[in-house]
């Protein structure tokens, strides 16, 4: 039987039950840690739900930040140094990258705190998640205020990109599935994936097809 | 062996060959068809993986539009009405789902097309998918331009949830794995999903554990 919600409800509702209802409805989610480093040194690493594909030339990618910790430092040190990476999250560290959300004190490294290891490579300025198999060096690019309701979205392009070898089609398709990414939903439900296909550029009156990745070597 | 890309070589890729794999690095993304009508009865309906979850209270969900046609249709419908649905895809109708992405003629209805039915209730302005298991009846608040690329963000307020009984939880986790909601990535890759575990609240020096979830009837 279905069952509904409606807005006053919604709003009526004790403040941690909308939050986790709320964030359920998006559906699945990209998660990832984003790495940064501040002009001292500190690193930070922190888990986020709120990245989004928004173009291909330039290459972009966006992330929406809540006007709140633990979410600070890491906005701190990509509008301070300009530098970032975004690193896909897998079963073997899905625990680890959870307990980055935790409010550590700004003096703490949350690779120290989880054991994940910073690794810096090809003079990025910020630290990649050696245990990430999917991982991405970014540099910002704009900032734009959400003022409805007072988050940030951070638009930054795509400067590396470090894969696994043989998850890479002919095509440009980056198979995550086969490099062990993971998806999220809500505030801490973490799922594997199991693809049912991959389909046809759509056509009107062409029938859609399964199609199969031709990966390079 | 990990594999290395720069930003020279995305910007030299062929076109689709680059929307393929940037497409694919922003993880996991959910996907869901859009619902809408014009003030002349024409219904419209796309499908969308660019949806994400900006903020609980007022509850708030975004989607980003590419200056193009076939979504075209569709942000004209919200911006002429006011409302739209976001219903979630499930293995049952993904194929529909995705035959949506074809650049129909505006007189023709997606609804028609692929045989999904389209469902009004509760007075609601816009159709929703009667086929998906979680519903979404959303009023438009905002529109941000994003001038970097030429996109728009739309962001809305959810008035309406529909779903399936026994999916949500008691602490308002609303449990889209077991109301068969799938995932996507990159252009046209479709996942099913497994659930690893749901983690409790991270907190400094507390081990995170897996937490059952405790389903209302």
Redesign the interface.
Known sequence: ???????DV??A?E??????????????????LIGTVDHLGNENLGIF??????????????V?F?PSPPERDTLKNILETGFYT?N?IN?NI??QA???????DSS?SEFD?TGLKSEYK?DFFAPFVQESS?Q?GVQF??K?N?T??D?V?V?G?????????NC??K???????KAN???C????????????????????N?E?VA?ASDYKV
């Open positions: 039987m279905q069952k509904h919600i409606s807005l919604i709003v509702m403040k941690q039950e909308r939050v986790h209802l709320v964030n359920s409805l998006g559906g699945f989610k990209s998660v990832s739900s709120s990245i989004l594909h928004i173009g291909a030339n330039p290459p972009l990618i966006a929406v809540r975004i896909h079963e899905y625990k959870h307990q980055t959300a935790a409010r550590y703490i705190v090809n999917i991405i690019k704009e734009i959400i409805i309701n988050t979205m638009i392009e795509i400067n590396h990109i470090y894969y696994p070898e890479l089609a095509d440009g398709f980056l198979d995550i599935e990414t993971i998806t939903s809500g505030l801490d439900s973490y799922h594997k994936t199991l693809q049912l296909n991959r389909l046809s550029y759509a056509k009107p062409r859609i199609i």
